[in-house]
């Protein structure tokens, strides 16, 4: 598949977590895994099984970073690191790849046409949930790998806190084909902290999150006197810094 081995992995991830805690840093790890696959090789063969995977890997190498590193896990199964990456990066990451993926064949034959797979994907980062290990990060990835295939597959499940609770990260069907919005969202219950600007005394509000997107955060919540073009430090469920946001108003009014 062109992928690398498990050995590459011992040796990679373990100096990932290094770096990631020395310079704290953000680090996610992706498990996926290709949905239903043993049924294309019952179908169409080990052949075109072999030739779906090698596609697979071409796919998601041309959609990551060079400091990004891909593994072949297992027979359908593929390990994604990526460093300096945050929890929320991650779930944008993988939302893209899977949309492109789902829509691009993975095999075309004159007999059976254009062959087209989906994958489910367990998310875990740190800072986020509870690995205290490199080994911890996977295998919390690989548990929320599982509630994405038990939750009815091809989407994207996060895991966080201190508990290997998930949740999906499938694309609203607000960001439908129809929508002209630049990013996709992301439908996403998060806890936002939200300090504005410059009037720090007693004005932090605890808000949660709506969807979350490449552009931007959209938050709802009672009481908010943040005015339009306003400047604010936005702090995401358990990221451990600030982003600084500046607040636009959406067509029907809310924040």
Request: proline share 4%.
């Amino acid at each position: 598949t062109g992928a690398h081995n498990r050995r590459y992995l011992n040796r990679v991830l373990a100096a990932e977590w290094r770096r990631a805690k020395r310079y704290t840093l953000n680090l996610s790890v992706a498990m996926l895994d290709l949905d239903r696959f043993k049924g294309i090789n019952d179908t169409h063969g080990h052949i075109v099984g072999d030739q779906v995977l090698r596609a697979m890997s071409t796919q998601l190498r041309r959609h990551l970073r060079d400091t990004d590193h891909l593994i072949r896990y297992g027979g359908e199964e593929f390990l994604l690191i990526l460093p300096e990456t945050r929890a929320s990066e991650a779930v944008l990451v993988l939302e893209r790849i899977r949309l492109v993926l789902q829509r691009h064949p993975m095999h075309v034959s004159e007999e059976g046409g254009p062959l087209r797979v989906t994958f489910s994907v367990g998310i875990a980062a740190t800072p986020g949930c509870a690995a205290s290990s490199a080994e911890d990060l996977v295998e919390i990835a690989d548990k929320a790998l599982l509630v994405a295939k038990q939750s009815g597959r091809n989407r994207v499940c996060l895991a966080h806190g201190a508990s290997t609770a998930v949740t999906s990260g499938e694309i609203d069907a607000k960001s439908s084909a129809q929508d002209n919005r630049r990013f996709p969202r992301i439908a996403a219950q998060l806890k936002v902290r939200c300090l504005p600007l410059p009037e720090l005394e007693n004005r932090l509000f605890h808000l949660e999150s709506v969807d979350v997107s490449a552009g931007g955060v959209a938050i709802r919540g009672q009481g908010l006197s943040l005015n339009n073009t306003q400047y604010a430090l936005v702090f995401l469920e358990n990221d451990p810094g600030p982003v600084l946001s500046k607040v636009m108003w959406t067509t029907d009014g809310e924040k």
